[in-house]
């Protein structure tokens, strides 16, 4: 699947603020994710991101 910046996710597993979705920030060979709910920012290697994504909103 292709990612853009902007995208809305929704993840397998919740942050432990208890929300599913997160907002793409950066592409590449690292992913770099937002929190929706509280705004917390993590940097995940591409594919360990496109395992962890259940589908794009």
Do not use: L, N, T
């Not at 397998?12 to 929190?35: M, N």
């Not at 993590?42 to 589908?55: G, L, N, S, T």
């Amino acid at each position: 699947m292709e990612y853009i910046i902007g995208d809305i996710v929704h993840m397998k597993k919740p942050h432990p603020c208890g929300s599913y979705q997160w907002e793409v920030i950066r592409v590449g060979a690292d992913f770099k994710i937002k929190c929706v709910k509280c705004g917390h920012i993590v940097m995940i290697p591409r594919v360990k991101f496109e395992k962890a994504v259940k589908k794009k909103i």
